[in-house]
């Protein structure tokens, strides 16, 4: 397999970085740097990142916005969903709602803060995911939910048809014929587990606050 070109680890880099690299965004959110390489080169999973003036080839790099992409993309793999199904859903977890191009990313530390939190309903069947672009080709095809309207959001749909996902519960890998049509993901909960993350790295870095740029 013939993996995307790696972005070099620069001193420019390392004391104002514009994004992460595969191998320091894979670190935080838990996965393989092979993995995320992988999911980039297969186009599983491109980076929105803005590169500027960085030297960064566009596509190389990742933000917050494309860590907590990826940890979505990992967990629903991790509960069986197919691949190009859990890539298809995770186009839209970088992208601001009313994004205009790529540069519109979410602000999810803005998100880590809010309260009451949010969750995500993501489509995790096809069938759902084509009769949504046919029948509401413009609204968006992630779903938010308050987290004080959760219980009452699952109790509307059929026993089996939601999955509310609590991630430090551990994940039980489903059958495709046992895989619900919507995944409820509790994503304040990741976007402040990852910022947090993000925060660390960059202090033990000795990055200053003013070289973090606030897509990071």
Same mark, same amino acid.
């Given at each position: 397999?013939?993996?995307?070109?790696? $972005?070099?680890?620069?001193?420019?880099?390392?004391?104002?970085?514009?994004?992460?690299?595969?191998? %320091?965004? !894979?670190?935080?959110?838990?996965?393989?740097?092979?993995?995320? *390489? /992988?999911?980039? #080169?297969?186009?599983?999973?491109v980076?929105?990142?803005?590169v500027?003036? @960085?030297?960064? %080839?566009q596509? @190389?790099?990742?933000?917050?916005a494309?860590?907590?992409?990826?940890?979505?993309? #990992?967990?629903?793999? !991790?509960?069986?969903?197919?691949r190009?199904v859990?890539?298809?859903?995770? %186009?839209?977890? $970088?992208?601001?709602? /009313?994004?205009?191009?790529?540069?519109?990313?979410?602000?999810?530390?803005?998100v880590?803060?809010?309260?009451?939190?949010?969750?995500?309903?993501? $489509?995790?069947?096809?069938?759902l995911?084509?009769?949504?672009?046919? %029948?509401?080709?413009?609204?968006?095809?992630?779903?938010?939910?308050?987290?004080?309207?959760?219980d009452?959001w699952?109790?509307?749909? /059929?026993?089996?048809?939601?999955?509310?996902?609590?991630?430090?519960?551990?994940?039980?890998?489903? @059958? *495709?014929?046992?895989?619900?049509?919507?995944?409820?993901? $509790?994503?304040?909960?990741? #976007?402040a587990?990852?910022?947090?993350?993000?925060? !660390? +790295?960059?202090?033990?870095?000795?990055?200053?606050?003013?070289?973090?740029?606030? +897509?990071?």
């Amino acid at each position: 397999m013939t993996y995307a070109p790696r $972005p070099s680890a620069t001193r420019a880099h390392r004391r104002r970085p514009y994004g992460l690299t595969a191998a %320091e965004g !894979a670190r935080l959110v838990g996965l393989s740097p092979r993995t995320v *390489q /992988d999911w980039r #080169a297969s186009a599983a999973y491109v980076p929105l990142c803005p590169v500027g003036d @960085s030297g960064h %080839e566009q596509g @190389s790099i990742y933000h917050l916005a494309d860590l907590v992409a990826l940890r979505v993309l #990992a967990d629903l793999r !991790a509960l069986g969903v197919t691949r190009d199904v859990a890539a298809r859903v995770c %186009e839209g977890v $970088p992208l601001h709602p /009313d994004a205009t191009d790529d540069d519109d990313y979410m602000p999810y530390r803005q998100v880590a803060m809010l309260d009451p939190p949010w969750w995500y309903l993501l $489509p995790v069947h096809w069938d759902l995911i084509d009769r949504h672009m046919r %029948e509401l080709p413009d609204i968006e095809l992630i779903g938010v939910v308050p987290e004080d309207r959760v219980d009452a959001w699952v109790s509307a749909f /059929d026993p089996g048809d939601v999955y509310v996902l609590h991630r430090e519960e551990g994940f039980k890998r489903l @059958s *495709q014929a046992d895989l619900p049509l919507i995944v409820l993901y $509790p994503i304040t909960a990741l #976007a402040a587990e990852l910022a947090a993350r993000a925060d !660390a +790295w960059r202090r033990q870095r000795r990055i200053r606050q003013k070289d973090w740029m606030p +897509w990071l």
